[in-house]
């Protein structure tokens, strides 16, 4: 039988001090000292059934209590599927996985309107038939292999969180994340995302290979009949609430300063763009990303047990938000420069405020 363990039972002692002036009440305060310790529960689940990949869990669940969603890169065989099914058992929320395939419809997404006859009466009525969008965590398994309109009933979801169906409207039951997957390797036959539509997905993740270690482990774990038994550890009325809560974690204005200087410096049309972002790039990040490094600085010292968001909280999110915005250019594909490179050349240059 299946152990329960949820952090909002029990009382923890606060660990942090506030400044005077930043008024919080206190209910939040203890839900953000359970979410640290909640936060220690999660990373324990997922180490039984996922070994390493400790950056990738931790920007997967700083894009959930954002409420924004992920774009995963990586090769196949890293465990993406496995990790985010974790996740959604972890949470005790329901999950569906959409196989993206060139001949896949947009109402294989959403749903569509079938029609019913009635034993008795023999009167047909159209009844919607709900499609595996309505879940509260998706993975959209190589999004960049269906064609664009398909790409785009899955993105109007993301951004709407409901679903329009021979005129009805449907909600998308909350908390709603969708995970998307692309590889890296057999571009041959795919419809990569637009820039616009890129922008819709919070972060980008991006899943390496295991260390020689962690490779062994994953050897010697996976190869056994060993079963896993893993604890609910929050439910989702649970991940609603701290999302709220995230969102009401005070940023000064300094942060926000920084995160704007490190937006705007993508820019080669801005007067503050260093030489290398006009030499290699041809277009920066929008002011959506400026709003997610702020709440993923938000979420990011939430898990930790801060509520106050920092600089540093915002320079350890700068790669996965600014790294899909930045559009380079041949010179910089010609010189083997990527994005993440310009990223990490702005966070050497760019002070940050005291």
């Not at 969008?133 to 969180?161: G, S, V, W």
């Not at 600085?297 to 939430?302: D, N, P, Y």
């Amino acid at each position: 039988m299946r152990r329960t363990t949820t952090i909002f039972e029990g009382d923890y002692r606060l660990a942090h001090m506030l400044a005077a002036d930043v008024h919080v009440e206190q209910d939040d305060l203890a839900a953000l000292e359970k979410l640290r310790e909640g936060y220690r529960i999660i990373c324990s689940e997922i180490g039984k059934v996922i070994i390493g990949q400790q950056e990738v869990i931790e920007e997967l669940l700083i894009a959930i209590f954002s409420r924004g969603h992920c774009l995963l890169v990586g090769v196949p065989g890293l465990a993406k599927t496995l990790l985010v099914s974790t996740l959604a058992n972890i949470f005790s929320l329901s999950f569906k996985r959409i196989q993206f395939t060139p001949d896949l419809m947009p109402a294989d997404i959403t749903g569509t309107d079938v029609l019913y006859e009635d034993q008795v009466t023999r009167e047909r009525v159209f009844r919607f038939l709900k499609g595996p969008i309505f879940a509260n965590i998706i993975l959209a398994d190589e999004i960049n292999r269906t064609p664009p309109k398909t790409q785009a009933a899955l993105l109007e979801a993301m951004q709407e969180h409901k679903v329009t169906a021979g005129g009805t409207t449907y909600r998308l039951e909350e908390p709603f994340f969708v995970l998307a997957t692309q590889n890296p390797i057999e571009q041959e036959g795919t419809y990569p995302l637009p820039e616009a539509q890129l922008d819709r997905f919070m972060f980008m993740v991006k899943v390496n290979y295991p260390s020689a270690e962690e490779e062994l482990l994953i050897m010697k774990a996976t190869t056994t009949g060993n079963h896993v038994e893993l604890s609910h550890v929050l439910s989702g009325g649970d991940i609603l609430r701290l999302q709220d809560i995230v969102r009401r974690v005070p940023v000064a204005d300094h942060v926000f300063r920084y995160a704007m200087k490190l937006t705007r410096s993508t820019r080669p049309q801005e007067g503050e763009a260093p030489d290398f972002v006009k030499e290699w790039v041809t277009w920066g990040a929008g002011p959506r990303a400026s709003q997610y490094l702020i709440l993923g600085a938000k979420a990011r010292a939430a898990l930790y047990g801060r509520f106050a968001a920092t600089c540093d909280d915002v320079a350890a999110v700068a790669h996965p938000v600014l790294r899909h915005r930045i559009i380079t250019n041949f010179k910089a594909e010609a010189e083997n420069v990527t994005a993440d490179h310009i990223v990490d050349r702005l966070l050497a240059i760019t002070p940050k405020p005291a």
